[in-house]
């Protein structure tokens, strides 16, 4: 069965601090990770990873996958309140000539980052 | 210009009921998902069904039944609620070599 380890599973730091979310996944035919921001309702999409080692940025987000360690990490710099949310990784198996309509999204439990000003 | 609106976004109901949760994208995407999300915040699939064909089907108890009238729209159907359905439930849609849009939830609680 596939799985997918975050930690940790709750953080609380301080407006300003650097924060590093972890993922880590055991998937048949791994095929892409993906990173969510939920705050109180939807999840919101953040980066979709497929390659090893290319590092994708927004803002003061990124993050990067190590396809070697099965892992990926999120980074967020100069934190703010408003990243106070839960932050999902979800992994997606099968291959690529599939067609992509059995895209499944294995989730993590998510990480709680509390921002506190 | 809701991408994927679901409906109600609240439901409270009694056990043994039988309730409907409403999903529909604007997107023009083919594929649409359930994903129940627990009081842990553990998001899980449900099902999924591409161009109106279900095509994932996880281990859910046949109390839930999907549906699927055009591409455009996937309902869920719950017979017999029980305490333990009370969740998050999300609808999402894909087009394919792209991610999710999750729609913002439809938080059932079942009394």
């Known amino acids: 069965e596939d799985k997918v380890v975050q930690s940790p599973l709750s953080l609380v730091v301080h407006e300003g601090d650097t924060v590093t979310l972890n993922c880590s996944y055991e998937v048949t035919n791994f095929r892409s990770l993906l990173w969510y921001k939920q705050e109180k309702k939807a999840p919101t999409f953040l980066f979709m990873l497929?390659?090893?080692?290319i590092e994708k940025k927004s803002g003061r987000l990124s993050s990067i996958l190590d396809k070697k360690e099965l892992s990926s990490i999120l980074n967020i710099t100069a934190t703010q309140t408003g990243d106070s949310a839960i932050y999902l990784c979800a992994v997606v198996p099968g291959r690529w000539n599939s067609g992509g309509s059995n895209y499944k999204l294995t989730f993590g439990k998510g990480t709680l980052l509390t921002v506190n000003p | 210009d809701t991408a994927v609106s679901q409906t109600p976004k609240y439901l409270v109901t009694q056990m043994g009921n039988d309730k409907s949760i409403k999903c529909e994208q604007n997107l023009g995407h083919d594929t649409m998902y359930w994903y129940k999300q627990d009081s842990k915040k553990f998001l899980k699939i449900m099902f999924s069904?591409?161009?109106?064909?279900?095509?994932i089907n996880e281990t859910v108890p046949n109390r839930f039944s999907p549906k699927s009238p055009d591409k455009a729209h996937l309902n869920l159907h719950i017979n017999s609620l029980e305490l333990g359905d009370s969740a998050v439930y999300f609808c999402a849609s894909r087009r394919a070599g792209y991610g999710y849009t999750f729609g913002s939830g439809t938080r059932l609680t079942v009394v």
């Open positions: 069904y591409n161009n109106k064909e279900l095509i």
């Open positions: 497929t390659s090893s080692g």
